[in-house]
Nanobody, 114 residues
């Protein structure tokens, strides 16, 4: 499956962004999907995941601010990010997982700064 991330940009603290990840090349609905991020000098970390059944999971640092969702008809997963903080600055990567198989998007930069 090919994943294309989009929607990143520069936003002020307290602002919002919505990331999108469009999938092609396979049956999107069979994959558990997720968003990860990697800040400079840090390891990639989980942000949020959503299962094929729609069960969601979030990192403690984003709970209550971020929402992950999927639209199987559009082969797309979204990450709505509200109340953004400078520490949310990172490259955000879409992930599709099926068992031990993982696919990654190319990443989209999110910068939170005044």
């Amino acid at each position: 499956v090919q994943l294309v991330d989009s929607g990143g940009g520069l936003v002020q603290p307290g602002g919002s962004l919505r990331l999108s990840c469009a999938a092609a090349g396979s049956i999107f609905s069979i994959y558990n999907m997720g968003w990860y991020r990697q800040a400079p000098g840090k390891q990639r970390e989980l942000v949020a995941t959503i299962t094929i059944g729609g069960i969601t999971n979030y990192a403690n640092s984003v709970k209550g601010r971020f929402t992950i969702s999927r639209d199987n008809a559009k082969n797309t997963v979204y990450l709505q990010m509200n109340s953004l903080k400078p520490e949310d600055t990172a490259v955000y990567y879409c992930n599709a997982a099926l068992g031990m198989i993982n696919y990654w998007g190319q990443g989209t930069q999110v910068t939170v700064s005044s």
